[in-house]
Structures are given as structure tokens and as C-alpha cells.
Nanobody
Framework: QVLLVESGGGLVQPGGSLRLSCAPSGFTLDDFAIGWFRQAPGKEREGVSC????????DYADSVKGRFTISRDNARNTVYLQMNSLKPEDTAVYYC??????????????WGQGTRVTVSS
């Protein structure tokens, strides 16, 4: 079953911004750490960011550090990924995933179907 739904992707020019959202279907996100991953065509899936269950820990890939910000709003049962200063190499399908702690992709229990981000002029 698909238990997470990503939204907010689209086409944006280099230097632009997007905000991705991750929302659950049928459960409460505040029980989980939430990670964002991305996969470009022909590339390995890579971790982008993660936020711990109580938001006291956030991690970012070096490639996005300083440009992306992860946050969670438990009242809205949603996790966000604010993406600024987007580059063509950010083009990928972005996935959110829920797990017990922040970690590698194989350690996450639940995944969404992804939202596509295209950065192009």
C-alpha cells in the first residue's frame, strides 16, 4: 500500500524555488522520522534530507546544503522540503519516506510514489 503522498513538483527555471509536501494516508507522521530521496533517470537513488521524529535533528546531502530546508508541521500532519536556488542537476523524482530514525533508504518502512521536479530553462 502507498501510505505517503508527495506533491509540489513541477517545472521550474534554474535559480527558482519549489516546496514539496509529504502527507500520509491513514496514519500520523509524528511517530516517524521522514526522509526525502530523489532519483534521476539512469542514476542511483540518493538521500536528500531527513528530519527526526521530534525535529531535533535534520540532515542534508552536501549537494543541497544551504539551498534546501526540511521542516515538519505536526498539526497539519505534513513534512515539507523547501528547495531554493534550484539547479538542473536537481532534476529528479522526489520521494518521501517514513522510518523509525533517519538513515539510508533501505531502512525506511513506508514510501510515496514520488513527485517529479524538472529544473530547466
Amino acid at each position: 500500500q502507498v501510505l505517503l503522498v508527495e506533491s509540489g513538483g513541477g517545472l521550474v527555471q534554474p535559480g527558482g524555488s519549489l516546496r514539496l509536501s509529504c502527507a500520509p494516508s491513514g496514519f500520523t507522521l509524528d511517530d516517524f522520522a521522514i526522509g526525502w530521496f530523489r532519483q534521476a533517470p539512469g542514476k542511483e537513488r540518493e538521500g536528500v534530507s531527513c528530519i527526526s521524529k521530534n525535529a531535533d535533528i535534520t540532515d542534508y546531502a552536501d549537494s543541497v546544503k544551504g539551498r534546501f530546508t526540511i521542516s515538519r508541521d505536526n498539526a497539519r500532519n505534513t513534512v515539507y522540503l523547501q528547495m531554493n536556488s534550484l539547479k538542473p542537476e536537481d532534476t529528479a523524482v522526489y520521494y518521501c519516506a517514513a522510518g523509525w530514525v533517519c538513515g539510508i533508504a533501505a531502512e525506511y518502512e513506508y514510501w510515496g510514489q514520488g513527485t517529479r521536479v524538472t529544473v530547466s530553462s
